[in-house]
Structure formats: structure tokens, C-alpha cells
């Protein structure tokens, strides 16, 4: 595997991604955030020796390179699933793929239903915390010993320092921000009435289908990590309506302002 992570850099550094500080990958509906990125070069995952192809139609499959806020980015437009048929070594392989570029910090954005019914469509949830039930590990495989400590520690999976940050730039820009636990599910289904109540008693706020195997390679890659989470539907199980993909992807559109502002002034702080 690491003959292939640094297959897949080398080639990219013959692109001129060289010396990204940042890497951030973009959930669903939320890839505005490139609109504000001073672009120097794109490329298509399925031009990069090693990559996963996106599969999903509103995912775009670029990873591109760039500078946003005086530092200079990398992002993933389009990001992997176990949903749609990869392994979680695939779903982690460009995380590992940007740490070997040089990235020192990594930003992630997802979608998410909100378990806590206080929060509401169209918010933003900084995850303070997750429960993997994914049902494996990105870790769990031959090998893996060399490219990090095996048994990683994920005492405090999200960067406390730019998690104290992120909450001070939304005080600060008057954005309405929660904290609270989120809860990674295969899918692609959505969850049941009863999945709902179980999420509930175990303690998650949000639920989605990615971000934590993401989050657990940055910490086996010793790398810092911050995540946010558009609450794009809210799962009330005793008021359960059919869900509404283009409603989940308008929600996802309505708080991605406030999410670039929160980005965009973090990234400039470092």
C-alpha cells in the first residue's frame, strides 16, 4: 500500500501539487467553497495512478489545488463511500495520498440527519465526538504498522485547538453552531424508526455515511483533524417523513455561506 501512496504523490507533484498546507474534503452539496480557492490545477480521480473513481452523481471525482486565505489548499471534490462499493482502505486512500503530499492539517464538511431534535435543517454541527458503526477499521489490515501506530489512539479524535477556534469565528460571524456526537452508518439506505431511537440512547446527535474512517487514518497519520456537519433532515421517529434527496442537497446549499466563512477564517488563522 505505501508503493502505492507514493505512486499516486509522485504523480500528482509532476502536476505541480506541491507544498499543500491544508487538505479538505467537500460533502454532499457543498462544493462552493471552490469558488473562493485562487485555482492553480484539478485533476480527475480516475487520471491519478492508485485512486478510487467517485461514483456518486453529485459528487464531482477533483482533487484540486490552490490557495485560500493566504495558505495553500488541497481539496477533495467528491469523496468515497463504503456505500458505493469500496473497502475502507479505498474510502481512506486519498487522506493517506495527501499527508505524503506534505498536507499538516485536514478540514472536513459532511451531511448529516440530526439525532438531537434541537437541531434543525439548514445548522451546523461541529463534531466533537463519533461512534463508529461501520463495522470494521481503515486500520485493519497487514501492515499497517508501518505507516503508524496500529492501535491509535482516538481519545480526542478532533483537534481540540481548531475546534476552540471554529467556535470562536461563529460567535464571532453570528452563526449558529452546535457541538455534539456523530454517529458513521454504512447505508446508503436511511435509517428505520427503531435505528433512529437506538442512535438516540447511545448517545448520537447526528447520523451519516462517511467522515470517521477519514477521521481515524488522520490520527493514525498523526495529522489534525476538524469536522462540521450540515444538519440537512431531521430524524424525529414519531413524525418520520419520506426522505427527499433534492430537499437534503437545498439544506446542504442553504448553510454551505456560513460554512465557508468558518473554513476560510480558520484556514486564515493558521
Known amino acids: 500500500m505505501k508503493r502505492y501512496i507514493e505512486d499516486s504523490a509522485k504523480y ?8 499543500p498546507e491544508i487538505g479538505i474534503i467537500l460533502g454532499t452539496g457543498l462544493g462552493k467553497i471552490i469558488e473562493k480557492v485562487n485555482v492553480e490545477v484539478e485533476v480527475s480521480y480516475n487520471h491519478i495512478p492508485n485512486f478510487p473513481t467517485a461514483t456518486v452523481e453529485f459528487h464531482r471525482g477533483k482533487l484540486i489545488y490552490g490557495s485560500l486565505s493566504g495558505k495553500n489548499v488541497l ?3 467528491g469523496r468515497f463511500h463504503l456505500y458505493e462499493g469500496y473497502n475502507l482502505r479505498d474510502v481512506t486512500f486519498p487522506v493517506r495520498v495527501m ?10 464538511s459532511n451531511a448529516s440527519g440530526a439525532i438531537n431534535l434541537n437541531f434543525k435543517k439548514g445548522e451546523i454541527m461541529l463534531i466533537d465526538d463519533h461512534i463508529n458503526l461501520q463495522g470494521s477499521s481503515p486500520l485493519a489490515f497487514r501492515g499497517v504498522g508501518e505507516m503508524g501506530e496500529r492501535f491509535a489512539d482516538m481519545s480526542a479524535p478532533y483537534d481540540p485547538e ?23 452508518v454504512v447505508g446508503p439506505q436511511l435509517e428505520t424508526r427503531a435505528e433512529y431511537r437506538y442512535l438516540k440512547i447511545i448517545g448520537a446527535d447526528a447520523v451519516g455515511m462517511s467522515t470517521v474512517p477519514e477521521v481515524i487514518v488522520a490520527n493514525h497519520l498523526g495529522l489534525p483533524v476538524a469536522a462540521l456537519s450540515v444538519i440537512t433532515d431531521e430524524c424525529d421517529p414519531d413524525n418520520l417523513q419520506p426522505v427527499n434527496i433534492q430537499d437534503i442537497l437545498s439544506m446542504a446549499g442553504k448553510a454551505e455561506p456560513d460554512m465557508i466563512t468558518i473554513f476560510a477564517r480558520l484556514i486564515e488563522s493558521m
Do not use: C, P, W
Not at 99 to 108: A, F, M, S, T, Y
Not at 165 to 183: D, F, M, Q, S, T
Open 99 to 108: 499527508k505524503e503530499l506534505g498536507i499538516k492539517k485536514l478540514l472536513i
Open 75 to 77: 481539496l477533495m471534490q
Open 162 to 184: 481548531m475546534n476552540d477556534k471554529i467556535e470562536a469565528i461563529a460567535k464571532e460571524n453570528g452563526i449558529v453552531l452546535h457541538k455534539g456526537i456523530y454517529a458513521s
Open 12 to 19: 500528482l507533484r509532476t502536476r505541480g501539487f506541491e507544498n
